[in-house]
C-alpha cells in the first residue's frame, strides 16, 4: 500500500487481491436484472460519450453514466430501493422471491400489503427511492435524514408519497440507529443501505439491484464498440453503490477488468480511513464534519460491500468540495460538441477528479501512475442530477 498527498487530494495505491463474493456475480444478480424489467417505467439510463472532454484531458475516451434520468427520480438509488423493498414484502407476506411488480399489485394482495410499514434514513437519494417504491405498493413509508440536510431533499421526498420525512438532530450513521430503532419498536420494515451484523439480507437486495447499473453500462459501453474500459471511478458514501458495481464489473471482465477508483470526500472517507488503517477491518470515521457531497457524508462502511472496496479497488481518494464543486461545471458546462449532464454534489466528484488529474502539473507522477493516457477509457456514474436546485444552480454559477 502507498500513501500519498498532492495538490489537495489524498490517494491510496494498493495492487487488488480477492475475489467478487457469490452474492454480486452474474447469476446471483439476475433476479435483480429481470424484476426491474417488470416495472413498466424501466428503462436504461443514458451513457454519454464526452469526446471533446476526452480530447482536451488527453485521454482516449470518457463516458458518463447519467443516473439523474432513473425513474423520475433524479438520482440512481430506486434501483436498489424498488427491489428490496419488493423482496421484504414479498418474505413478510410469504410470498415467493421471484415475485413480479406486477404481481404484487394485484388486488388479492392489496390488504396485506397495505398493513405493511416501511422506514429509513437517508441523505436524500436512498430516502426518496424508498418512498417511491413504497407509494407504488399502496404502503407508508417514514424516512429521517440527518442534521444538516437541506429541506429541498425532505420534500423531494414527501413529493413522492412518504407519510414523513424528518430531519434529526443527528449525524447519519446515529439517524441510521434512530431508523432501526423505530423499526424494532413499531414493528416496521427497515430498508437500510447500509449493513451490521445481524442486518444483511435487505442491503444485499439493495446491492444488488444497483448491479442493473453496471450491466446496462456493460451493454451500452459494447454497443459503443468498448470491450472493456481501463479506468472506473466510484463515488463512495457507506459504500454500497461503490461496492456493487465494482463487483460486477470485476466480475464480469474477469482478467480484462479495469482499474478501479473509489472516490470520498475528503471530510468524511470512512472507506479510505478504512484502508488506510491497514488491519483488513471497516473502521468508522467519528469525526463530525459536513461535506456538500450529501449522499456520501457517511461515516460508517456497509459491512457486507467493504470487502469487495477492500480488495478489489487499486486505488482510493479523499477529495475536497471543491473537487466535486469542478465537476458539476465540468458537466454542467460541457466541452464543444458534448452532451450537458446535470450533476449534483454527489455524482460530480469523479468527473471533478478526472479533471484535476489530467491537468494539475502537480499530479502529474500520480496520473502516470494511474496509466492515465490517450489509450484509456474511462467509466463514471453521475449518480444523481440536481438534487438541490437552488445549491447546483449557485455552484455552476461560480467561476
Known amino acids: ?81 424498488i427491489y428490496a423493498l419488493s423482496r421484504a414484502a414479498a418474505q413478510a407476506l410469504g410470498l415467493p422471491e421471484d415475485i413480479a411488480f406486477s404481481e404484487l399489485q394485484e388486488p388479492e394482495l392489496q390488504e396485506r400489503l397495505h398493513k405493511l410499514v416501511f422506514v429509513t434514513t437517508t441523505d436524500g437519494n436512498h430516502g426518496r427511492g424508498v418512498a417511491w417504491a413504497a407509494h407504488r405498493l399502496g404502503c407508508e413509508a417514514h424516512v429521517f435524514l440527518p442534521k444538516g440536510s437541506a429541506q429541498a431533499r425532505a420534500q423531494a421526498i414527501l413529493d413522492v408519497g412518504a407519510v414523513e ?30 449493513s451490521w451484523p445481524g442486518y444483511e439480507d435487505v442491503p444485499g437486495w439493495i446491492v444488488q439491484g444497483y448491479t442493473t447499473l453496471a450491466r ?88 457486507i460491500t467493504w470487502p469487495v472496496l477492500r480488495d478489489l479497488a487499486s486505488w482510493y481518494f479523499a477529495c475536497p468540495d471543491a473537487v466535486t464543486e469542478e465537476g458539476m461545471r465540468l458537466l454542467g458546462r460541457p466541452v464543444g460538441e458534448d452532451p450537458k449532464v446535470i450533476s449534483g454534489e454527489s455524482g460530480a466528484v469523479t468527473a471533478g477528479l478526472l479533471h484535476r488529474l489530467c491537468t494539475r502539473p502537480a499530479l502529474a507522477d500520480l496520473r502516470e501512475k494511474m496509466g492515465l493516457d490517450e489509450t484509456s477509457v474511462v467509466l463514471l456514474i453521475s449518480t444523481e442530477g440536481d438534487t438541490d436546485p437552488e445549491a447546483y444552480q449557485t455552484i455552476l454559477a461560480n467561476h
Open 1 to 81: 500500500m502507498t500513501i500519498l498527498q498532492q495538490d489537495g487530494l489524498r490517494a491510496i495505491k494498493q495492487c487488488p487481491h480477492g475475489e467478487v463474493p457469490a452474492y454480486l456475480r452474474a447469476a446471483a444478480t439476475e433476479g435483480a436484472w429481470r424484476f426491474h424489467h417488470t416495472l413498466t417505467d424501466y428503462a436504461p439510463t443514458p451513457l454519454r460519450a464526452l469526446d471533446g472532454l476526452a480530447k482536451d484531458l488527453g485521454v482516449g475516451k470518457i463516458f458518463v453514466k447519467d443516473e439523474s434520468y432513473r425513474f423520475g427520480l433524479n438520482a440512481f438509488k430506486g434501483l436498489g430501493g
Open 165 to 194: 420525512a424528518t430531519i434529526l438532530p443527528l449525524p447519519y450513521d446515529d439517524a441510521v440507529r434512530y431508523a432501526a430503532k423505530q423499526a424494532e419498536e413499531q414493528g416496521w420494515l427497515l430498508i437500510q443501505d447500509t
Open 216 to 303: 446496462e453500462a456493460v451493454e451500452q459501453l459494447a454497443e459503443a464498440g468498448v470491450s472493456a474500459p481501463t479506468h472506473v471511478f466510484l463515488q463512495a458514501g457507506v459504500g454500497a453503490m461503490a461496492g456493487g458495481v465494482l463487483a460486477y464489473l470485476a466480475d464480469h471482465y474477469g482478467e480484462n477488468a479495469p482499474k478501479f477508483a473509489v472516490v470520498e470526500p475528503e471530510k468524511i472517507p470512512c472507506i479510505f480511513a478504512s484502508v488506510q488503517a491497514g488491519d483488513g477491518a471497516a473502521h468508522p470515521y467519528l469525526a463530525e464534519k459536513q461535506t456538500i457531497m450529501a449522499g456520501l457524508n457517511c461515516g460508517e462502511p456497509c459491512m
